[in-house]
Structure formats: structure tokens, C-alpha cells
């Protein structure tokens, strides 16, 4: 494959692990630095994954990350390149829509992309009122209707329309039916609950409430928790410490500094945020680190705005 078309490749590929659960105007600025860093296949699979999930900081999801780091490297030892959506689905993190959009928008395979943007669109063009379970069976309810509708002669035009579509213009609430391109063929325009389609099966969110210890030492270091290699989602990141990890058996005081709050898949976080001294002694999975040293480890979730939001006013043990 020429250098230029596996670089575009790269791109797309890098691009669509970023967008996977999280919105354009945030994967943007990320992109550029990545690219800017690792600007191909070869350069990503030398980097180390501490790096890269430092660079990821921000966008969630870690896996994705370790995933893509992963695809680099299988990639460079692999004596040709994946040349379909079939051979893309064969890395691990790359599901169908991520391998249709990187076959379709740059190696023209005529293979439909499937997001909750097309999801909608179909839905709604169709006015099909099917209650799904989740988005993995609404995405099956309309593989046939994304295979019908797909342009033979520019398949990956055709999805990056579908989806930019479904995200400025049949949007979820309020769309913008006038200005619809493929409004004189949408069968569910005039319908009153237009903004009820597609309709899902409601989600059960789980509400979850933690104390953290926002903790100093006497050096000035701040201790930290590193999550377990074992944990699925925030694997070996940092966060402040659970309160009953580095204080077991003590109750937390009264006032606390301030609540930060987060979402992640289905579930509703709420975490309370204290000040106090370190403890003389704390378990191993708790790390003293310089302040001078945090932008050198990766933090999980939003812990490293809420401790620069603390460090910020002095380390000051007053609420926020």
C-alpha cells in the first residue's frame, strides 16, 4: 500500500477508536496532538502504553486506547494490510461500525456504517415504531435498510453524509425537518412522537456515591490510588484515594471540600471530595506523588481537573 493511502488509513483509524462514545468537538484536539506524535502505524506501535494513555487522559474509555495501541502493533508485524471491513473486525476493539467506517470512507468497500445518528435517521424515515432492547439490536433491526439505501458508486460518502445527517440535522430533539435534505421521502415527519424515534427500552441507571481523600504529605506529596491491573476500565490509572482505603474503619468528617460528578456507562457517580493530612502509613496501593510529578501519570476520569481545581487555591481545606 502506498505510504499516503496507509497514513489516511491511519488516520481514519485513530479517528474512529477517538469518536467511539465521545463527541467531534472533544476527539479534535486530541487527534491533532496524536497525529502530531504518532503520525503512523510504526510510530504508535514504538511508543509505550504508559504514553498512551497519558495522550488518551481525558477521552474515558481506556480500553479504546490499549486497543489501538494494540491494532498498531499487530498491524507492523503483519505481512499485508487489511484490505475489508472483514479483516478490520479481526483486531480486537474494532467492532462492525468502526471496521465499515474505516473500509467504506477510505478503502470504498460498499459496506454501511451503523451509528445511533443512523439509527435515528432510519427510524424516523421509515416510521418504524419498534421497541428496542439496545443499540446493538436496533443496529440488526436496520442492517437490511442501510444495505438498500447505500450509494454502490460512493460508499463512504454515503456514510459520512448518513451520520453528519443524523448529528446537525434529525437531531434527537427538535430537528430540523425544513431544512432536511430527504425530507420529502421521510415517512415519519409528521408524526407527533417524530421525537421518540428510534424508541429504546428505558436504561436502569445505577446511582454509586464515594468518598475520596484529597491527602498531603508532610513532603508535600499527594497520595494517590492506582487502580488494580485488573479492573476492566481505569486499569493502573490514579485517582485520589476511597476514603476506606486509606482511612479503614474511620468515618470521614463532616464537611467535605467539594462533590464532583460523572457518568460512566450506566452508572451515575457522585464523588465527595475531603482534605486532611496522609496517615503515617497507608496501604501499597496508595503512591505518594510530587506535585511536580502528576503531569508525568495518567489520571482517571476527572481526577486531575479536581485536584488542580484544589491546588489551585492553596490546598486549602475550606469547602468549595
Not at 85 to 92: I, L, N, R
Request: proline share 7%.
Amino acid at each position: 500500500m502506498p505510504w499516503r493511502e496507509r497514513r489516511s488509513v491511519y488516520a481514519a483509524v485513530v479517528s474512529e477508536f477517538m469518536l467511539q462514545q465521545t463527541q467531534v468537538a472533544t476527539v479534535i484536539p486530541y487527534f491533532e496532538r496524536w497525529v502530531s506524535r504518532w503520525p503512523d502505524f510504526e510510530a504508535l506501535a514504538r511508543a509505550d502504553e504508559t504514553q498512551v494513555l497519558h495522550a488518551w487522559e481525558g477521552l474515558g474509555y481506556y480500553s479504546r486506547a490499549r486497543n489501538l495501541h494494540r491494532l498498531a502493533c499487530e498491524i507492523v508485524k503483519r505481512p499485508s494490510f487489511p484490505q475489508c471491513a472483514a479483516d478490520w473486525q479481526t483486531f480486537k476493539g474494532v467492532g462492525k461500525y468502526t471496521a465499515a467506517a474505516i473500509a467504506s470512507i477510505v478503502q470504498g468497500e460498499r459496506v454501511p456504517v451503523i451509528d445511533g445518528n443512523v439509527i435515528r435517521i432510519l427510524a424516523r424515515v421509515t416510521a418504524d415504531k419498534t421497541v428496542f432492547k439496545n443499540t446493538g439490536t436496533a443496529i440488526a433491526h436496520f442492517a437490511g435498510t442501510a444495505e438498500k439505501f447505500l450509494s454502490a458508486k460512493n460508499p463512504g460518502v454515503h456514510n459520512e453524509a448518513m451520520m453528519e445527517l443524523g448529528a446537525t440535522v434529525c437531531t434527537k430533539l427538535n430537528p430540523k425537518c425544513a431544512s432536511c435534505p430527504v425530507a420529502k421521502f421521510c415517512k415519519g415527519r409528521h408524526l407527533k412522537e417524530l421525537e421518540r424515534l428510534p424508541r429504546f427500552v428505558a436504561k436502569e441507571i445505577k446511582k454509586i456515591e464515594l468518598q475520596r481523600a484529597f491527602a498531603k504529605t508532610e513532603n508535600g506529596e499527594i497520595l494517590l490510588e492506582r487502580t488494580a491491573g485488573t479492573s476492566k476500565r481505569l486499569r493502573e490509572l490514579y485517582e485520589m484515594p476511597r476514603w476506606q482505603t486509606l482511612f479503614k474503619g474511620v468515618p470521614p468528617p463532616e464537611k467535605f471540600l467539594f462533590k464532583g460528578k460523572r457518568a460512566i456507562a450506566q452508572e451515575s457517580i457522585c464523588e465527595f471530595i475531603f482534605a486532611v493530612p496522609a496517615p503515617s502509613k497507608w496501604p501499597e496501593t496508595i503512591v505518594p506523588v510530587p506535585v511536580a510529578d502528576l503531569d508525568k501519570i495518567t489520571f482517571s476520569g476527572p481526577h486531575r481537573r479536581w485536584i488542580e481545581r484544589i491546588l489551585q487555591r492553596g490546598g486549602s481545606t475550606r469547602p468549595l
